[in-house]
């Protein structure tokens, strides 16, 4: 159980165009996902909490406006990477928890690798 | 972000050693706590977690909390080369949603 599938696994394109990353939870309905980001060798930075039905939550310092959130159901949100550059590259990975309470992890998709040219 | 701070290591241990991983926090009133171990290029998957102070075991996984310390660490018994990956430490804070903040990892290398 607590199956979090994230698509495309890959994407490469070019500076100014937008891409759209689709996270679902499989076998849960998740009210609130959240999407990291991290860049090579370094850690998972958490970009922004989706709520579903609702505005996303975004973290000091990552730009609403660039990075797009959609929850519109409870098993479906997205990220969309606005006008891309060169230095948006980087592992795009999106989770969700499927129980409430403090032993409950987080369950993550498999993750976005971005390469913008 | 809320502070997670972990040796980046390289660490190395010998194949059958015990490997020690540590992992300090900023925010006191943190609830619970995580470990994720990522292979390269993969998404972290969950080794286990703790809430109480002391110590919880899982097979050849121990993991460790001090609260008064703000201190957490995982210890992995009988090291396998399979175990060579990088440890995620994922600190849940209080008065927050269900987001985790995550440490900056600590790669371990098991040798055989």
């Known amino acids: 159980g607590a199956v979090v599938s994230q698509h495309p696994s890959r994407v490469i394109c070019k500076s100014g165009t937008s891409v759209k990353i689709e996270c679902r939870s499989l076998d849960f309905q998740a009210t609130t996902m959240f999407w990291y980001r991290q860049f090579p060798k370094k850690s998972l930075m958490l970009m922004a909490t989706?709520?579903?039905?609702?505005?996303?939550?975004?973290e000091q310092g990552v730009e609403k406006d660039k990075f797009l959130i959609n929850h519109a159901s409870l098993t479906l949100s997205t990220l969309t990477v606005t006008s891309a550059h060169p230095e948006d590259s980087s592992f795009y990975i999106c989770s969700a928890r499927n129980l409430p309470g403090l032993g409950s992890p987080l369950h993550f998709g498999n993750g976005t690798r971005l390469t913008v040219t | 972000q809320k502070e997670v701070e972990q040796n980046s290591g390289p660490l190395s241990v010998p194949e059958g050693a015990i490997a020690s991983l540590n992992c300090t926090y900023s925010?006191?009133?943190?609830?619970?706590f995580f470990w994720y171990r990522q292979y390269s290029g993969k998404s972290p998957e969950l080794i286990m977690f703790?809430?109480?102070?002391g110590d919880k075991e899982d097979g050849r996984f121990t993991a460790q909390l001090n609260k008064a310390s703000q201190y957490v660490s995982l210890l992995i018994r009988d090291s396998q080369p399979s175990d060579s990956a990088t440890y995620l430490c994922a600190v849940r804070p209080q008065g927050t949603g269900n987001q985790f903040y995550f440490g900056t990892g600590t790669s371990l290398t098991v040798i055989p």
């Open positions: 703790i809430y109480s102070n």
């Open positions: 989706s709520n579903e039905g609702s505005k996303a939550t975004y």
């Open positions: 925010d006191r009133g943190s609830q619970s």
